[in-house]
């Protein structure tokens, strides 16, 4: 290989510059017009050693039109050159330093190079420009490693910048900030009101790995300005300000004690929204800072008396007489002209109105349903002879007209009030068809129902009475059993039952606190139950309390989430009582009201079980291909809202969901794709992996979290697609997930196939509602209430349903076998097996319960 030899040498024992031409024993080089041969080859002792590098080459870049150096250095070498992108660089470019090791003996060269921004310039976006190290012995030769050289720059423009923000006191706030482009990589600050922000010194804030700021839990001191600041070694640019403003709603302090009565028979007391004082923009109060209550004869003063006293007292008399003859005429006319029929349903026969006793079809089962059995089908029916005397029961109310409203709520026994030629009404099996936009209108007009949402999606509803009904939202979990007797006989209700998506709600979490369940909303709130309804939904965590502290949390009429319940220490004289499953929680209530689990952990154990979902394109045209992965909560509502967002954006499940359990560890969630053909894709991933911060997922506030990995085909004819996506809590559980497929031939079942496809009536009133029969469940009721001295009551009833846990709590109320079957309707309303029940019941050995089996053909 010619080489340019003979380079200036300057010798570290004087400043004495000369020519000289090196070369290897044994070998020669030439070098235009330059040839010689080595006069001082190495001593015989090191001849058979090949160099070493002191000293390599490093990766530098240039600022400005500042030029930069590399240096290496070597030992033992004869002759040491630099070349460049493949090219030597001329000997003139090189300053050459010689010295000797005092501990070996061994010669060393040192050799300098500088590098220009014109000469990287020159290959400027062909590839990086890059120099390496060649060094010589008498043995042979070394090549050092490469060290890039780049132009270094930073531009002026953030991709994104922080926006302001008003949030709540004690809420946590994310501010997204992505840096200019520039090389190197920016490393990127935060500052508040021009301090920098320390995450070590204060732990309430937290910098993510993509450089967003977290503000864990608002205090009133985070209100400021907030700016993102990005440097790198050639400048250091600022973001707009974003101002965040932490604001605080009103609260009430208590009420004042009752002020003495009054000459008008009135005292009052008063409150004071202090608790706290709304301040920078919070909420007033909601509600009344003024009552007033009648006081009693006996502490009412007197202030009349005498004559004056008679003539009012006359006077009053007199009017109270003329308004109730005028009664008495008003009601005569009214009960003539409807022919007397009384105001309530006083024929008990309505009990068996139109009754046929009917066993309820399974539902076709998805593809995928991990979590709710098929109904199986019922050979046999729990059933007595119906009265077959009595179809319908005429009865004359206040309940106004409906209009027919075509495709609400169909059933086949028709609608719950129908009306008569008579203008009476005929009460059915079924349920009350309405318009649910002017339902939600209605509902949304009241004080307390404003932040009711507008969704009829996700709205179910129906109207009610004594026989009790169920209301489901379909494939979310989430339902409502109306027992019989729950509601008053006479009354009738309009009741709603919908989910809330979290944004619309501001429920403070504190600490460690994160939400578990959907936040649930039935109602209207204030109307009087007789006994407990059942609320049943989804729950995320791993249902073991020894690690969790869970609250069932309330919102009062002023706003306010109020703790009601704490599971594991219920007590059976609250109007609230909890039964926990494994996925399920089923809450007992005597107030309807917005509901929603609240869990604090007790020890780094306790687990969240997160649901990861897969999407990709159901057709790609482009190079490019992204793979979503979603990172939720495991309940059924968030599986049913991102299955309808990804169908909007064109997306399909492409693997079945898989579950982890993500700890309170503080360690964030790491996500990477691995096992690539690399001849037919690549990863656009700049980095190794995706990570999302460990409190956008413990909160839980954050609904539908993923990742995206865009990936890049080679050319359109490659549809093969094979690679494994990791999933993986940083010092914790992980999942590993194996793709193969093709693309554009995917023959795999569309997403809805992956769902239970609950196709259940929304809403069911009366008897259909319910899988026992109600006067079989009367006679149950009757023969198992009354306690018997060898236990065969509703305490083995309960043992052999497995729910013995609740016995204090069943025994509290007037019938704890009716309460029992409450729980047995919600647990099996997809799955129940009416033969199980009354194998139990013959079990027990209550004959007198007049139980048999009949056919499905005999029923």
Same mark, same amino acid.
């Given at each position: 290989m010619p080489l340019h030899l003979g380079p200036f040498v300057r010798w570290r024992s004087g400043l004495v510059l000369t020519w000289i031409c090196l070369f290897s024993s044994g070998f020669t080089f030439t070098g235009g017009e330059h040839a010689a041969t080595v006069t001082h080859p190495l001593p015989a002792a090191f001849s058979d050693l090949l160099p070493h590098f002191l000293v390599e080459p490093d990766d530098v870049y240039i600022v400005k039109n500042k030029p930069v150096t590399l240096t290496c250095r070597s030992t033992p070498a004869t002759q040491i050159y630099f070349k460049c992108n493949g090219e030597w660089v001329h000997q003139d470019q090189h300053l050459i330093e010689r010295d000797v090791d005092p501990a070996t003996g061994l010669p060393v060269m040192q050799v300098k190079i500088d590098i220009s921004r014109q000469q990287v310039e020159k290959i400027f976006g062909l590839e990086d420009y890059w120099c390496q190290c060649v060094a010589w012995s008498t043995t042979g030769t070394q090549k050092s490693q490469k060290a890039y050289v780049r132009i270094a720059y930073l531009r002026k423009n953030f991709e994104e910048e922080p926006l302001g923000k008003e949030v709540a006191l004690d809420q946590e706030v994310l501010l997204r900030c992505h840096p200019p482009e520039g090389v190197p990589l920016a490393e990127v600050?935060?500052?508040?009101?021009?301090?920098?922000?320390?995450?070590?010194?204060?732990?309430?804030?937290?910098?993510?790995?993509?450089?967003?700021?977290?503000?864990?839990?608002?205090? @009133?001191?985070?209100?400021?300005?907030?700016?993102?600041?990005?440097?790198?070694?050639?400048?250091?640019?600022?973001?707009?300000?974003?101002?965040?403003?932490?604001?605080?709603?009103?609260?009430?302090?208590?009420?004042?004690?009752?002020?003495?009565?009054?000459?008008?028979?009135?005292?009052?007391?008063?409150?004071?929204?202090?608790?706290?004082?709304?301040?920078?923009?919070?909420?007033?109060?909601?509600?009344?800072?003024?009552?007033?209550?009648?006081?009693?004869?006996?502490?009412?003063?007197?202030?009349?008396?005498?004559?004056?006293?008679?003539?009012?007292?006359?006077?009053?008399?007199?009017?109270?007489?003329? @308004?109730?003859?005028?009664?008495?005429?008003?009601?005569?006319?009214?009960?003539?002209?409807?022919?007397?029929?009384?105001?309530?349903?006083?024929?008990?026969?309505?009990?068996?109105?139109?009754?046929?006793?009917?066993?309820?079809?399974?539902?076709?089962?998805?593809?995928?349903?991990?979590?709710?059995?098929?109904?199986?089908?019922?050979?046999?029916?729990?059933?007595?002879?119906?009265?077959?005397?009595?179809?319908?029961?005429?009865?004359?109310?206040?309940?106004?007209?409906?209009?027919?409203?075509?495709?609400?709520?169909?059933?086949?026994?028709?609608?719950?009030?129908?009306?008569?030629?008579?203008?009476?009404?005929?009460?059915?099996?079924?349920?009350?068809?309405?318009?649910?936009?002017?339902?939600?209108?209605?509902?949304?007009?009241?004080?307390?129902?404003?932040?009711?949402?507008?969704?009829?999606?996700?709205?179910?509803?129906?109207?009610?009475?004594?026989?009790?009904?169920?209301?489901?939202?379909?494939?979310?979990?989430?339902?409502?059993?109306?027992?019989?007797?729950?509601?008053?006989?006479?009354?009738?209700?309009?009741?709603?039952?919908?989910?809330?998506?979290?944004?619309?709600? &501001?429920?403070?979490?504190?600490?460690?606190q994160t939400l578990l369940s959907p936040v649930v909303s039935c109602g209207p709130p204030g109307v009087m139950l007789t006994r407990p309804v059942i609320l049943s939904m989804d729950h995320c965590f791993d249902a073991c309390l020894e690690n969790w502290a869970i609250r069932l949390k309330?919102?009062?009429?002023?706003?306010?989430?109020?703790?009601?319940?704490?599971?594991?220490?219920?007590?059976?004289?609250?109007?609230?009582?909890?039964?926990?499953?494994?996925?399920?929680?089923?809450?007992?209530?005597?107030?309807?009201? &917005?509901?929603?689990?609240?869990?604090?952990?007790?020890?780094?154990?306790?687990?969240?079980?997160?649901?990861?979902?897969?999407?990709?394109?159901?057709?790609?045209?482009?190079?490019?291909?992204?793979? &979503?992965?979603?990172?939720?909560?495991?309940?059924?509502?968030?599986?049913?809202?991102?299955?309808?967002?990804?169908?909007?954006?064109?997306?399909?499940?492409?693997?079945?969901?898989?579950?982890?359990?993500?700890?309170?560890?503080?360690?964030?969630? &790491?996500?990477?794709?691995?096992?690539?053909?690399?001849?037919?894709?690549?990863?656009?991933?700049?980095?190794?992996?995706?990570?999302?911060?460990?409190?956008?997922?413990?909160?839980?506030?954050?609904?539908?979290?993923?990742?995206t990995f865009t990936l890049e085909r080679q050319s359109l004819s490659t549809c093969d697609l094979t690679c494994t996506l990791c999933v993986w809590q940083v010092e914790g559980e992980g999942q590993s997930i194996t793709l193969d497929f093709n693309i554009s031939k995917d023959i795999r079942p569309l997403d809805s196939d992956f769902l239970l496809m609950d196709n259940c009536t929304p809403a069911l009133a009366g008897p259909s509602a319910f899988q026992i029969p109600y006067l079989i469940r009367q006679k149950i009721c009757s023969s198992l209430d009354t306690p018997c001295p060898n236990g065969a009551d509703w305490r083995l009833l309960a043992q052999r349903l497995k729910l013995d846990r609740h016995m204090s709590f069943f025994a509290s109320k007037a019938s704890p076998t009716s309460v029992i079957l409450d729980l047995w309707e919600t647990q099996h309303f997809h799955s129940g097996n009416l033969n199980q029940l009354a194998a139990v019941m013959a079990e027990i050995g209550k004959q007198e319960a007049m139980i048999f089996l009949v056919s499905d053909g005999e029923c």
């Open positions: 600050e935060w500052q508040r009101n021009e301090e920098l922000i320390d995450p070590k010194t204060d732990p309430n804030f937290f910098i993510t790995v993509d450089h967003n700021l977290i503000i864990k839990q608002t205090r @009133l001191a985070d209100t400021g300005n907030y700016t993102c600041v990005a440097k790198n070694i050639v400048a250091r640019r600022k973001s707009s300000s974003a101002t965040v403003i932490v604001y605080v709603d009103g609260g009430w302090s208590e009420w004042s004690k009752w002020s003495p009565c009054g000459a008008d028979c009135t005292m009052w007391r008063s409150r004071e929204c202090t608790q706290p004082t709304p301040s920078t923009g919070g909420k007033e109060c909601q509600g009344l800072d003024l009552q007033s209550l009648n006081c009693t004869s006996e502490q009412c003063p007197q202030t009349a008396s005498g004559a004056e006293d008679v003539a009012l007292y006359v006077g009053i008399m007199a009017v109270a007489l003329c @308004l109730t003859l005028l009664l008495i005429v008003l009601v005569l006319v009214y009960r003539r002209k409807k022919e007397g029929l009384d105001a309530d349903v006083a024929d008990s026969s309505i009990l068996t109105t139109g009754f046929q006793p009917m066993g309820i079809k399974p539902n076709k089962p998805g593809v995928w349903a991990p979590r709710r059995a098929a109904r199986s089908k019922n050979s046999h029916l729990l059933t007595i002879q119906p009265d077959l005397t009595t179809t319908t029961t005429s009865y004359q109310g206040t309940l106004r007209s409906r209009r027919e409203v075509t495709g609400k709520f169909s059933v086949s026994n028709g609608p719950l009030l129908e009306p008569l030629p008579n203008g009476s009404h005929t009460l059915h099996n079924g349920k009350l068809p309405s318009d649910p936009n002017d339902f939600m209108n209605r509902l949304s007009s009241q004080t307390y129902f404003k932040t009711l949402p507008r969704d009829t999606v996700n709205t179910s509803y129906g109207t009610f009475n004594f026989l009790g009904g169920r209301l489901t939202l379909p494939n979310t979990g989430i339902s409502l059993l109306i027992p019989p007797e729950a509601i008053p006989r006479g009354k009738i209700y309009e009741i709603y039952l919908t989910i809330q998506k979290k944004e619309d709600m &501001r429920l403070p979490l504190a600490g460690c309330k919102q009062s009429y002023e706003g306010t989430w109020e703790d009601v319940l704490q599971l594991g220490e219920e007590v059976v004289s609250e109007p609230y009582y909890c039964q926990l499953e494994a996925e399920t929680c089923r809450v007992f209530t005597e107030q309807l009201g &917005r509901f929603a689990l609240v869990g604090e952990s007790l020890s780094m154990a306790a687990a969240k079980r997160l649901k990861l979902l897969l999407f990709a394109p159901a057709y790609c045209s482009t190079l490019e291909y992204n793979i &979503r992965i979603y990172c939720m909560d495991d309940t059924q509502d968030l599986l049913k809202e991102v299955m309808q967002m990804e169908r909007q954006l064109g997306g399909r499940l492409i693997d079945e969901p898989h579950v982890l359990l993500f700890k309170d560890s503080y360690h964030n969630l &790491r996500l990477s794709i691995h096992d690539m053909p690399q001849a037919h894709w690549r990863s656009k991933l700049l980095a190794g992996y995706q990570e999302i911060p460990f409190y956008h997922i413990w909160s839980g506030s954050q609904r539908t979290l993923h990742c």
